[in-house]
């Protein structure tokens, strides 16, 4: 009983001495796959709505990606700023675009060489504020091909992502790859369950229904920001700590 009352003591005193995990934030920087909804536009769902419950009380997320938003239309906007401004040393960015960047019918539209020095202009500019980046491929579309095989939308800006992101040395995650992976595991057919997908009179805000193999369901985005959280897990051990710990009863 003594020695056990000892144990108990020593435990006791080590978790007073311990240090309070210092508050950080971790922002999104990003487009429609990632950013919050209006009402209107439910049940789509960018898989930035449910990573924020993910993490515990020293972790705030702040959700900065929009939609429509490219690389270039991001700082125009100010929206990387308001990052910058808003960010303290330590803060983590994840920083998550190509979507609107590769399509050149699209306005805020960027070259490869654009796309890739505007992604190391980010970085470099949040190192000089002593932030944390980490680079997103483009998460995946959904494309199958006749046989079945999923099929990759975003090879080339989704590679210049992972270049930028071995020559800066910051982590990557590799949402294309990733979540091709798990579009084919789940298959042709239910793999609809992740997107947007409703048919005529279904829901009232998409009244003509909707065929989206871009932008997420509820579900979708959920299963998306597992993604994240999972590579999150696997290359950022310092975050793994701030995830909510399992409840054991």
């Known amino acids: ?21 210092k508050k950080i934030k971790i922002f999104i920087a990003g487009d429609s796959t990632a950013s919050i909804k209006e009402t209107q536009a439910y049940p789509e769902t960018g898989w930035g709505m ?16 929009k939609n429509g938003r490219s690389t270039k239309s ?18 983590y960015v994840l920083i998550q675009f190509g979507h609107n960047d590769e399509v050149p019918t699209k306005s805020n539209a960027t070259t490869e060489i654009e796309f890739r020095n505007n992604l190391a202009v980010f970085v470099t500019e949040a190192k000089s504020e002593k932030l944390n980046s980490i680079l997103l491929t483009p998460v995946a ?23 930028v992101a071995a020559k800066e040395k910051v982590p990557l995650i590799d949402m294309d790859i990733k979540a091709q992976q798990l579009y084919q595991q789940i298959g042709v057919e239910h793999s609809k369950l992740l997107f947007l997908q409703l048919k005529p009179g279904e829901h009232p805000n998409h009244p003509e229904g909707k ?17 994240v959280l999972r590579e999150i897990k696997k290359e950022i051990p310092e975050l793994a700590d701030r995830i909510v710990k399992p409840v054991i009863k």
């Open 1 to 21: 009983m003594k020695k056990n009352g000892l144990i108990f003591s020593a435990l006791l005193l080590l978790a007073f001495s311990l240090p309070e995990k």
């Open 50 to 65: 449910p990573f924020v419950y993910f993490w515990d009380s020293t972790v705030q997320v702040v959700n900065k990606a």
């Open 74 to 91: 991001f700082r125009n906007e100010k929206l990387w700023q308001q990052i910058l401004d808003e960010s303290s040393e330590g803060d």
């Open 141 to 163: 579309r959904r494309k199958f091909d006749s046989t079945g095989k999923i099929v990759g939308t975003h090879d080339v800006y989704a590679q210049i992502v992972r270049e």
């Open 211 to 227: 065929e989206d193999n871009t932008h997420f369901s509820e579900l979708g985005a959920r299963m998306i920001a597992q993604l």
